[in-house]
């Protein structure tokens, strides 16, 4: 997956939780997390934790022990049941890789995200959704407060617009 686009969104989802974003209410997140989905999330964060332990550029801030296996359960484990002991992200990171489980929910089932992170296509279609996200997108902050409960989202800063 492109570096760029990587930091791209975290740098993109840091600035809308630093925002004022337009409130709404959409519909929410299946309660049934779709695997094709968490396995797309995993995928973008093993593949930044490689790029972090090759001393290359990375988003998210890991532990000096975490392994793609501790990682991969984590997220598995936090994006389906909603368990966060494991997950050793800092909630800044968490909120992104939300924005991620977020974008993919939207895409469609043949986008080529969930089979090649690295495409250009996934590139586009990622690029899209992610720009929703850092656009305040309705739909995403509903899902956003809708999951924040159960996953332990760090707060969400909204203020409707007159």
């Not at 695997?35 to 930044?48: E, L, M, N, P, Q």
């Not at 934790?49 to 296996?69: I, K, N, Q, W």
Request: hydrophobic letters at 45%; glycine letters at 4%; a negative charge.
């Amino acid at each position: 997956m492109s570096k760029a686009l990587i930091r791209y969104a975290a740098a993109s989802f840091i600035l809308v939780l630093s925002i004022w974003l337009v409130g709404a209410s959409a519909a929410p997140l299946s309660e049934q997390p779709n695997s094709r989905t968490i396995a797309f999330v995993v995928a973008v964060a093993t593949s930044d934790l490689r790029s972090a332990r090759e001393g290359g550029e990375h988003v998210f801030a890991y532990a000096p022990d975490e392994s793609e296996g501790t990682l991969s359960s984590a997220i598995k484990d936090w994006l389906s049941q909603g368990d966060k002991a494991r997950l050793r992200l800092a909630p800044a990171d968490q909120a992104t890789i939300f924005a991620f489980y977020w974008a993919a929910t939207r895409m469609p089932p043949q986008s080529r995200c969930f089979m090649d992170i690295d495409s250009e296509e996934c590139q586009q279609d990622l690029g899209y959704w992610l720009a929703r996200v850092r656009n305040g997108d309705p739909e995403f902050v509903s899902a956003y407060r809708q999951a924040q409960m159960r996953l332990s989202l760090p707060p969400l800063a909204t203020q409707r617009h007159e």
